[in-house]
């Protein structure tokens, strides 16, 4: 830790010396990308620090789907070319990282953004260099205000999260409930609309419990909230504290059952290798789907090399971020972020023949032929302000360290 601000000075040092010898103007990153040249796109992804679990998955897709469109001939007759920055999970890096990739590397949208806090972090200096951000995080505000039509979320908010899991929790029996919270300001955007929905069917809130990362120990937390026998337990929250919550709880014999995200729950298996099949067993998770049984998905699954029914979140949002970029460049007609932004929400909203491949949604748009994107994660909607909308959401069940899934719910 003591060696971070040494790196990240010697990062922007870099950065300001490969400026320094390069032609492309500060002003204009993504109109320096002159005809023939490839098409610069970035991913900011959390390769290290808390979201470090989830980095690489969104590595791997983004390098998936540029490899699958330029094998079929690219965007515009030229190729895609992926700049990769690592945020650090942290604001301060990931704006270091973020300008890096616009002012050094030209990229003309940024992909990724795992974490709520760097997204809003980073989200006013790509406002003002014109630059598309295409974010994974989920805090209500990224959409919010006058984005000038360039920020586009690829998961859903904060509200619909919520909404989705007191219905999954009410489904289930539950009467009562208890949030032991995460806080960041994804997770915290989750509770109030947890509150509301769980108590709009019926349901009772015991208790509001909150936790920080990378804390020693949870054990007084997890005791405050299951001593009170809640049904049922919400635990916004990611892998890393997640599996030492599950290990809290299975280890002191509490019964209530116990509610998260499948990225903290599943993560293609690494929560189940983490705390093994006992402690994993009646745990429940909830994920936007089609994810799983999209041809979308299983093309994700096939040119990431991954087994079929593995449970990715963040690979495939990358993977939808790609493809809506290269659909709406090439319906645009112009790698400039100001002009392809305005074609992103009709390569996904519609109406057109619905395309589960980026490769034949290319061929139809260069047909003259209206296409609609239908994603890995979801068969989502946009909204004006960028918002997915009409999402489905699976409630998944792990037995015997399996996800298997128990039932839809909004």
Same mark, same amino acid.
């Given at each position: 830790?003591?060696?971070? #601000? ?31 040249? #490839? ?12 979201? /470090?679990?989830?980095?690489?998955? =969104?590595? =791997? ?28 999970? +942290? ?19 940024? +992909? ?5 806090? *760097? %997204?809003?972090?980073?989200?006013? $200096? ?10 994974? /995080? ?38 009562? %409930? ?11 955007? +989750? ?8 108590? %709009? ?5 015991? &208790? ?31 892998? #890393?504290?997640? +599996? ?10 509490? &019964? ?7 990225? %903290? ?29 999209? /041809? ?12 079929? /029914?593995?449970? *990715? ?25 100001? &002009? ?26 260069? =047909? ?39 039932? $839809?719910?909004?």
């Amino acid at each position: 830790m003591m060696n971070a #601000p040494f790196s990240r000075r010697t990062l922007l040092a870099a950065s300001l010396l490969a400026f320094a010898a390069s032609p492309l103007p500060l002003s204009a990153p993504a109109a320096a990308q002159a005809a023939g040249e #490839p098409i610069r796109i970035g991913l900011l992804a959390p390769l290290t620090g808390t979201g /470090g679990p989830y980095g690489k998955e =969104e590595e =791997e897709a983004a390098k998936a789907a540029i490899a699958h469109i330029n094998a079929a001939g690219g965007v515009l007759g030229r190729k895609l070319e992926l700049f990769v920055a690592d945020d650090e999970s +942290t604001p301060t890096a990931g704006v270091g990282a973020a300008r890096k990739l616009i002012d050094v590397n030209g990229v003309s949208a940024i +992909t990724g953004v795992w974490s709520s806090a *760097v %997204a809003l972090a980073v989200r006013p $200096i790509t406002i003002e260099k014109g630059v598309a951000l295409l974010p994974n /995080g989920s805090a209500d505000e990224l959409t919010q205000g006058d984005t000038k039509g360039l920020v586009w979320r690829f998961q859903t908010n904060g509200k619909e999260w919520g909404r989705a899991f007191a219905n999954a929790a009410l489904k289930d029996g539950a009467k009562t %409930a208890s949030i032991l919270v995460l806080q960041t300001p994804f997770t915290l955007s +989750t509770v109030k609309p947890f509150e509301e929905a769980f108590k %709009a069917g019926g349901g009772k809130i015991i &208790d509001v419990v909150y936790f920080n990362p990378n804390q020693p120990s949870y054990r007084s937390e997890v005791d405050k909230v299951f001593a009170a026998k809640p049904d049922a337990v919400f635990v916004p929250s990611y892998i #890393p504290e997640f +599996t030492a919550i599950a290990k809290e709880v299975y280890r002191s014999g509490f &019964d209530s059952k116990l509610y998260t995200f499948s990225h %903290a729950a599943d993560s293609q298996g690494k929560f189940v290798q983490n705390v093994g099949k006992q402690v994993a067993e009646g745990i429940n998770h909830v994920q936007a789907v089609p994810a799983g049984t999209s /041809g979308t998905y299983q093309l994700y699954l096939k040119l990431t090399d991954q087994k079929p /029914g593995t449970i *990715v979140a963040f690979g495939a949002n990358v993977f939808d971020e790609i493809n809506v970029l290269a659909l709406s460049i090439e319906k645009a007609k112009s790698d400039k972020a100001a &002009d392809f932004s305005r074609e992103i929400a009709n390569v996904v909203n519609g109406p057109g023949a619905t395309v589960t491949d980026p490769v034949e949604g290319l061929k139809l748009i260069r =047909e003259g032929k209206a296409i609609r994107y239908a994603g890995a994660t979801s068969d989502f909607r946009f909204a004006p302000n960028g918002d997915q909308t009409d999402l489905d959401y699976g409630h998944f069940r792990l037995s015997d360290g399996v996800s298997k899934l128990i039932g $839809i719910t909004k």
